[in-house]
């Protein structure tokens, strides 16, 4: 088993640099012991102008069987093609990637003490990989599988097949192929893909793959495989088809794209549900929970969970129930037989629609994979029969981001969502939900901030969540709808929930938006003066206690 990596250089920028990347140096032949055979270093050229590092793994045929390759869980079939004859000693697989990274351990951390600085440089790289298997039944294997892993990072790709035998053409060629790679990149990234990509294209790995092995991914792949476009396709590959570990995999870096595109750490998108695993619900459902770990305001995400002492009778539905009764009538009201719950949180809403045989199909979206991963618990997906299982599908996605897969539905929820956003953050939410997806109906719900004051609980001045970025009073809510409305083709209007309080209103308020129609006026109680935060997500302009047409004018 042999690969080759070479580079080029200069006088003032020697290729023999590539000595002091790798570790190795080139003036020598170094052999290092692994637990399948010898790994040998050397170079067949190193000058200022040419280098190249060769490593010649000589795999014993006997220690594969006496490990045990191919039996039990997780063997492939090319271990078993004999006991003594087969093909591992010779097409790279995850045992080259293993002997990479175990010789060039320090070379792939990008750590260069002798030359600091060094790691950091891209250089002109060229790697030769003689024989390499490229599987793919169903998947596309070949010279076009090598290309479309390797192209999208960068690389030049030559991939030719290897003839089963040059003498008799006839037969045609093997399944193996001569690989040639060039690209300008870091040395620690290029034996990074090199790592994850060769187990990869073998489509087997030598050993048990082990849940770690979705923490080796995830390290090998930092910085390029979050935003690959086989990303799903690797995963699924490298964790030898593991549908378990390949679903946490994909979870995680779908996290870590939002997270690097939202410069924020992951760990702030994916903080909607309680480590302690006693809060009832999730707490940002949009943009992540509170940092506090306090529990979650009543309903968000459309949940249900602790609320603040109400002056409400002990037998009466709370308001996370108040609430999901609304949302379902506005549903109703609208015909919406597909439904995107967006900002699922654990699933509360979700359960509740497909109870509803009108319901079809209900699409959960949530930031946080933990969420996702209590609703699918929750929701019991795994012991749904077939048919009911088929109705609902549970997707990360960050709201704030224009996504193809919110499109087509009859309506959509944001329920307890908004306060979770920072405000300049806002209008990307309008732009994705309601100018791109354009459900023919939107169901929003926020908190009244104006009803605070009715919770004892609640110390004066506090939003009734850490997590909350802000909370709108009626004049408030009402301005930012109108506007979002008429900016977007939508009538709206606008709805309490929960129990009316004459001076202060109902603890949580709910606009309906319905593409270009005229919709009913709702029974809202007049708003309360107030004025609009001033952000481009909130007007300052005063409106209407009414359903408005897209132009602004009133439809009574």
């Excluded at 998108?269 to 999730?282: H, I, K, L, M, R």
């Excluded at 952000?535 to 897209?550: F, G, I, L, R, Y």
Aim: aromatic residues 6%; hydrophobic residues 40%.
């Amino acid at each position: 088993m042999f690969i080759s990596i070479s580079t080029t250089g200069t006088a003032e920028r020697p290729a023999t640099d590539l000595g002091f990347l790798l570790h190795k140096h080139p003036g020598k032949v170094q052999r290092f012991a692994t637990s399948h055979g010898e790994a040998h270093v050397f170079y067949p050229e190193a000058t200022d102008e040419a280098c190249t590092a060769a490593l010649l793994l000589d795999i014993d045929p006997v220690a594969l069987v006496r490990r045990g390759m191919g039996k039990g869980r997780g063997g492939s079939p090319d271990f078993a093609l004999s006991q003594y004859v087969n093909d591992r000693p010779y097409a790279a697989s995850s045992l080259l990637a293993v002997a990479l990274r175990t010789v060039f351990r320090t070379a792939m951390k990008g750590v260069c003490e002798n030359r600091p600085g060094l790691a950091d440089e891209t250089r002109p790289l060229r790697i030769v990989l003689p024989a390499v298997p490229a599987n793919g039944p169903g998947e596309g294997g070949g010279a076009a599988m090598v290309a479309r892993l390797f192209e999208p990072l960068g690389w030049q790709v030559e991939a030719a097949p290897i003839p089963l035998d040059e003498t008799f053409p006839e037969w045609g060629p093997s399944r193996y192929l001569r690989v040639g790679l060039a690209g300008t990149l870091r040395l620690a990234d290029a034996l990074q893909q090199l790592y994850v990509l060769l187990p990869v294209l073998d489509g087997a790995k030598h050993y048990w793959v082990a849940p770690d092995e979705v923490d080796k991914l995830l390290a090998a792949g930092e910085g390029w495989l979050a935003d690959h476009p086989e990303r799903a396709l690797i995963a699924g590959r490298y964790l030898a088809r593991r549908w378990s570990l390949t679903r946490t995999a994909m979870q995680r870096l779908e996290l870590a794209r939002l997270a690097e595109a939202d410069d924020r750490e992951a760990e702030e998108f994916d903080n909607a549900v309680d480590d302690s695993g006693e809060t009832g619900d999730a707490t940002g459902p949009a943009l992540g929970g509170p940092a506090d770990g306090r529990p979650a305001e009543a309903g968000a995400a459309s949940g249900s969970g602790p609320e603040p002492d109400a002056p409400a009778a002990p037998k009466a539905p709370s308001l996370a129930e108040q609430r999901r009764a609304a949302i379902l009538d506005a549903l109703r009201e609208v015909g919406a037989a597909r439904v995107a719950d967006l900002g699922c949180g654990q699933g509360e809403l979700i359960a509740a629609l497909l109870k509803d045989a009108r319901i079809t199909e209900v699409l959960g979206v949530d930031v946080s994979s933990r969420a996702l991963s209590t609703a699918a618990r929750k929701l019991r997906l795994d012991r749904m029969s077939e048919r009911q299982a088929a109705r609902v599908s549970l997707v990360q996605g960050a709201l704030t981001y224009t996504d193809a897969r919110l499109k087509g539905y009859d309506a959509a929820v944001l329920s307890e969502v908004i306060e979770h956003l920072d405000l300049p953050r806002l209008p990307a939410l309008e732009q994705a939900v309601l100018g791109v997806a354009r459900p023919s109906a939107v169901v929003v719900t926020t908190p009244n901030v104006e009803y605070n004051v009715r919770w004892e609980s609640l110390p004066a001045g506090h939003v009734r969540h850490a997590d909350h970025r802000f909370e709108w009073d009626r004049a408030q809510f009402r301005a930012w709808a109108e506007r979002a409305a008429a900016t977007y083709g939508y009538t709206v209007v606008i709805r309490p929930v929960g129990p009316h309080d004459p001076e202060v209103g109902a603890p949580t308020q709910l606009a309906l938006f319905r593409l270009g129609t005229r919709a009913v006026t709702g029974n809202a109680p007049a708003s309360a003066t107030g004025t609009a935060p001033t952000s481009p997500a909130s007007p300052t302009a005063a409106t209407t206690d009414s359903a408005t047409t897209p132009e602004g004018g009133d439809t009574r």
